[in-house]
């Protein structure tokens, strides 16, 4: 079945610096999501990628799509505190009703 | 309502006891996610229903897991004979549409077996 991979685990940075969190399918993508899910609270949807090669952002906020439709990533400019939280991707594949989640990176922001 | 509803958000249970938890989605939304997140793990897919049916029942852990939407709306999962490996978050979630849809999450029912 398909496998959705995300890296680093866990991820510590001073407020300022950049963060990146990647995504691997083990199979070709129809799209991806990201969700970020704060402190006790439950998943927000961020963001959706349907194109290969997509680069979409959103403030501070940078998520790509592979050429492949295999691979993602999330890169955050000049963390603030507010960022917090555990970033996740899901993967859907072509009529799929399924979303396979990664297990999420955890950022924390040390102030 | 406005968002994905979830009740009760904590529930504490004794082995062995049944618990059921309901899921009150996004009014008009067709699809619904069941959900499971252990402490500090990523999310573990249980079922999915499109209206009353649910095409995939096979992320459903054991035969002890059920679920059941009626009229289209409300969702219920239940546990019967619970475990102390069954303690996790259990998450809704709804879209509007089935497939490649972004998904709304209810704020989740924390279940605690003791």
């Known amino acids: 079945g398909q496998q959705v991979m995300q890296i680093p685990q866990y991820q510590h940075v001073q407020e300022g610096e950049d963060f990146t969190t990647y995504c691997n399918s083990s199979?070709?993508?129809?799209?991806i999501q990201w969700y970020k899910q704060r402190p006790g609270g439950h998943p927000v949807f961020l963001i959706q990628?349907?194109?290969?090669?997509e680069v979409k952002k959103q403030k501070r906020l940078t998520f790509q799509f592979g050429e492949a439709k295999k691979n993602s990533s999330l890169h955050i400019t000049a963390t603030q505190t507010t960022d917090v939280g555990t970033y996740f991707c899901?993967?859907?594949?072509?009529?799929?009703?399924?979303?396979?989640f990664g297990k999420g990176t955890k950022l924390s922001v040390i102030p | 309502g406005a968002g994905v509803s979830q009740s009760p958000s904590n529930k504490v249970t004794e082995k062995g006891k049944d618990v059921e938890l309901r899921c009150d989605p996004i009014?008009?939304?067709?699809?619904l996610y069941w959900y499971r997140q252990s402490l500090g793990q990523g999310l573990e897919f249980l079922i999915y229903?499109?209206?009353?049916?649910?095409?995939?029942k096979s992320g459903l852990p054991s035969d002890r897991f059920s679920a059941e939407r009626t009229g289209g709306s409300v969702s219920t999962l239940t546990i019967q004979r619970t475990q102390q490996e069954d303690s996790a978050v259990y998450l809704c979630?709804?879209?509007?549409?089935?497939?490649?849809?972004?998904?709304?999450f209810g704020s989740g029912t924390q279940l605690s077996v003791l």
């Open positions: 199979t070709t993508l129809s799209n």
């Open positions: 990628l349907v194109k290969s090669g």
């Open positions: 979630a709804s879209s509007f549409l089935a497939t490649n849809e972004k998904l709304f």
């Open positions: 899901a993967g859907g594949g072509a009529g799929s009703y399924q979303l396979t």
């Open positions: 229903f499109q209206g009353n049916s649910a095409p995939d």
């Open positions: 009014s008009g939304h067709t699809a």
